[in-house]
């Protein structure tokens, strides 16, 4: 293997070969410390110490861009199909791949292709300073983790951080060095999250003055038309506030996303989607926040929180739904020290072997709780109803019960929050009895339902009463269309009041609240804008 690649690709490449698991994985932390990039990473799965899914699983923490490619024996080839959703995998070989012309070259050629082709992020040498339990510091690398950045964390009062602020200037935190090439990092104090993504490789701004289709929102339903928009040659945008992936991103397991039994992580569903997006040439905004929504003649304009907007032919809402906040004293107070919304993945690492407690009982949560019981002491699920089984899927239910160290209080709610620099301890009232506790408490992961993103529409399209879009035959009210409606046909199954401005996944009222509809919505609704475009 060593020698057929270095035939093809030595002059642009280095080869490096490995005798087993751990020397390869000591190599590639040896790159890794020099700050080198790998574009590829071949394993064979039968190797001493380690097998092949092992080493690529290891090998993914350290170079997350990497190809990963599995070297198979006909009789492995149930492991390799295994790997293809364990660890990510790009491809899989027979052995032998002889001739090497036709059996390995092409299929290195195309991955080598696609991870050039990648949008220059920022190298390792990103560092973020802060303060443990600072909500800002705590923003700042979740922000980073969500977009899958590669950064370093250092406490401020470590020796090395204290040096680097000394050196930076800076007594304020957080402290981001990101890297400029050739030159010294540039020093963002405590910046906001656009500043951040401009200094990181992220795109902030569009790269054209018109297009056929602006995507609000970049969870499954924004991706999927993002990616059947452009590869159906519409000139295509998707505008993201956070990170793509949405709330489907943040799930630690999907378990129930057809074509994968073996289930995937949101952030390896959205990563897969990001690289399509990429693959078909549609433009992606990050950290941008929208705050309108108009009509101008034929173009349909988004504004955004900073003046300036994007225009398109027809604009797709897929805003999808933010988590609702915990009511009571001092839980906003602990925001990002202790009391987290959503996953909160830069702080899943921090729960070794501590007590942590999930609120809510949807799916969700459920996949939050799981994940956690790997590593945390205990798990305690806080459940404001009588069961499980009302709002979780079967699966999870099941495997949250075969878990011992996951406990489900139901009928409790959370109250109130109590700490000083962090949280330190809650307060849990019994529902039936009334009774409160109070009970220890660092870590706090909330999932207690949602409300759509949808208060920056007022005015511009319609709505229900809890902010859900109406569309399509909602919007057609005793044979009636709604008011403004100049077309002379009803709206489509997908479009708004407003002609031309479609929607998909959470943000639409009744909707199924999953991901394959909230995918299908998004392709359903690029057919429909191309059946709009026709009519214009």
Not at 125 to 143: H, K, L, T
Not at 222 to 244: I, K, P
Not at 363 to 392: D, H, I, Y
Request: include cysteine.
């Amino acid at each position: 293997m060593a020698r057929d690649l270095r035939r093809r690709y030595g002059k642009d490449y280095r080869v490096l070969r490995a005798e087993s698991g751990p020397d390869a994985l000591g190599a590639l932390r040896e790159v890794k410390l020099r700050g080198e990039a790998v574009a590829a990473v071949l394993a064979d799965y039968r190797m001493p110490q380690m097998d092949g899914v092992e080493l690529l699983e290891a090998a993914m923490d350290l170079f997350p861009s990497a190809r990963r490619v599995l070297l198979t024996a006909y009789a492995d080839t149930s492991a390799a199909i295994r790997a293809i959703n364990d660890v990510d995998l790009d491809h899989y070989l027979l052995k032998p791949w002889n001739p090497p012309e036709e059996k390995l070259y092409p299929v290195l050629d195309g991955l080598l292709e696609r991870w050039n082709a990648e949008p220059v992020r920022a190298p390792d040498e990103v560092v973020v300073i802060g303060d443990r339990w600072s909500a800002r510091s705590f923003a700042v690398r979740d922000f980073l983790a969500r977009n899958e950045v590669p950064y370093r964390w250092l406490l401020a009062g470590q020796p090395e951080a204290d040096r680097l602020l000394s050196a930076a200037g800076s007594t304020q935190l957080p402290v981001v060095l990101a890297p400029v090439d050739g030159a010294c990092p540039e020093v963002l104090v405590d910046p906001d999250d656009v500043t951040l993504a401009d200094h990181v490789g992220l795109r902030t701004r569009p790269q054209r003055e018109f297009y056929d289709l602006t995507i609000v929102g970049g969870g499954p339903a924004g991706l999927g038309a993002a990616v059947y928009g452009a590869s159906e040659g519409l000139r295509t945008v998707l505008v993201e506030q956070h990170a793509t992936g949405g709330q489907a991103g943040q799930s630690s397991r999907i378990e129930n996303y057809l074509g994968f039994p073996d289930g995937l992580s949101g952030a390896q569903l959205a990563d897969r989607a990001r690289r399509q997006v990429a693959k078909f040439g549609a433009e992606t905004l990050t950290a941008r926040t929208v705050t309108g929504l108009e009509a101008a003649g034929g173009a349909r304009v988004v504004r955004f929180s900073d003046g300036t907007s994007v225009a398109a032919h027809t604009v797709l809402l897929a805003t999808g739904v933010s988590y609702r906040t915990l009511e009571g004293p001092g839980l906003a107070e602990f925001t990002g020290r202790g009391v987290y919304y959503g996953a909160a993945l830069s702080e899943v690492s921090a729960c070794a072997d501590e007590d942590v407690f999930v609120v809510g009982a949807a799916n969700s949560a459920g996949q939050s709780a799981v994940n956690l019981a790997r590593s945390a002491r205990t798990v305690t699920m806080l459940v404001r109803g009588t069961s499980l089984e009302a709002s979780m899927s079967a699966y999870l239910v099941d495997q949250i019960a075969a878990l011992p160290n996951i406990r489900v209080r139901l009928c409790t709610e959370v109250t109130a929050a109590r700490g000083s620099d962090r949280l330190e301890c809650i307060t849990l009232r019994d529902k039936e009895s009334g009774l409160e506790t109070t009970v220890d408490a660092h870590h706090v992961f909330v999932f207690i339902g949602a409300a759509p993103r949808t208060a920056w529409l007022d005015g511009s399209v319609r709505r229900d009463d809890h902010g859900f879009v109406l569309a399509g035959p909602d919007l057609v009210v005793d044979g009636e269309r709604p008011p403004g409606w100049t077309p002379a046909r009803d709206p489509y199954h997908l479009e708004t009041s407003m002609p031309g401005v479609f929607v998909a996944g959470d943000a639409r009222a009744d909707s199924v609240k999953r991901v394959a509809s909230a995918v299908g919505e998004g392709a359903m609704a690029v057919m429909l804008v191309h059946r709009y475009l026709a009519q214009q």
